[in-house]
Nanobody, 119 residues
C-alpha cells in the first residue's frame, strides 16, 4: 500500500496562487496515473488534473490554463500549481495514484488538503 501526504493548502484571495504537493511513500510499484481531485461538501468528487506514466496530462476545462500538474519521479512527489484562483476553486483537494503490481491495479488516495479562495 502507498501512503500519500498532501501539503500546501490554505486560504488565498481570488487571483492568488497556491502550490499543492503530494508525497508518496511505502510500497511503490509501477505508477500508471497520478492526479488531483477535489470535492466540495454535498457534491461529488471531481477530477482536476491527471498525469499518465507516458507523460501526457489532462485538465478539466475549468482549470485549463490556470493549473499545472507536474512530478518529481526521484522524490515520488507530484505537484499542482494553481494560479489565478477563484472562489469556485474552493474545495478539499486530494491526490491519487494508480499503480500496477503484477496484474493487480490499485488506487490510493491522500487525506486531502483544504483550499479556500476568498472573493
Amino acid at each position: 500500500q502507498v501512503q500519500l501526504v498532501e501539503s500546501g493548502g490554505g486560504l488565498v484571495q481570488a487571483g492568488g496562487s497556491l502550490r499543492l504537493s503530494c508525497a508518496a511513500s511505502g510500497s511503490i510499484s509501477t505508477i500508471i496515473v497520478m492526479g488531483w481531485y477535489r470535492q466540495v461538501p454535498g457534491k461529488e468528487r471531481e477530477w482536476v488534473a491527471v498525469t499518465h506514466s507516458g507523460g501526457s496530462t489532462n485538465y478539466r476545462d475549468s482549470v485549463k490554463g490556470r493549473f499545472t500538474i507536474s512530478r518529481d519521479n526521484a522524490k515520488n512527489t507530484w505537484y499542482l500549481q494553481m494560479n489565478r484562483l477563484n472562489p469556485e476553486d474552493t474545495a478539499v483537494y486530494s491526490c491519487m495514484v494508480q499503480q500496477l503490481s503484477g496484474t493487480v491495479l490499485s488506487t490510493d488516495w491522500g487525506q486531502g488538503t483544504q483550499v479556500t479562495v476568498s472573493s
